[in-house]
Nanobody
Framework: QVQLVESGGGSVQVGGSLRLSCKAS????????MGWFRQAPGKEREGVAA????????YYADSVEDRFTISQDNAKNTVYLQMNSLKPEDTAMYYC?????????????????????WGQGTQVTVSS
């Protein structure tokens, strides 16, 4: 049974930092892709970052590049999203997702239908 369990969300002030974690289990973690998405109230779910497990390949949305970093701890089957210089517009539910079916590139890593497993989400709230 595949499980993606997110943690690390919370409330911070503008300019603060948070680190989200996503622990994966129940499938072959290595050699697949994992991504972070977010969804604010009234908006569509959007891709934030993605990585190919076991490599240094990463992708970022323009809105978070230079502020967020996606990383892996493969001994723990865990992907992290380090979020710095947080802004009110970063407020959203953040979801971890795994893709075990498709190769991802710069033009498709952010497409939701490329991911076949999803976590339950963790809330991030940034206040001014």
């Amino acid at each position: 049974q595949v499980q993606l369990v997110e943690s690390g969300g919370g409330s911070v002030q503008v300019g603060g930092s948070l680190r989200l974690s996503c622990k994966a289990s129940g499938y072959t973690y290595s050699g697949n892709y994992m991504g972070w998405f977010r969804q604010a109230p009234g908006k569509e779910r959007e891709g934030v970052a993605a990585t190919y497990i076991g490599s240094d390949i990463t992708y970022y949305a323009d809105s978070v590049e230079d502020r967020f970093t996606i990383s892996q701890d493969n001994a723990k089957n865990t992907v992290y999203l380090q979020m710095n210089s947080l802004k009110p517009e970063d407020t959203a539910m953040y979801y971890c997702a795994a893709n075990t079916r498709y190769a991802l590139y710069g033009h498709n890593w952010y497409l939701r239908d490329r991911y076949n497993y999803w976590g339950q989400g963790t809330q991030v709230t940034v206040s001014s």
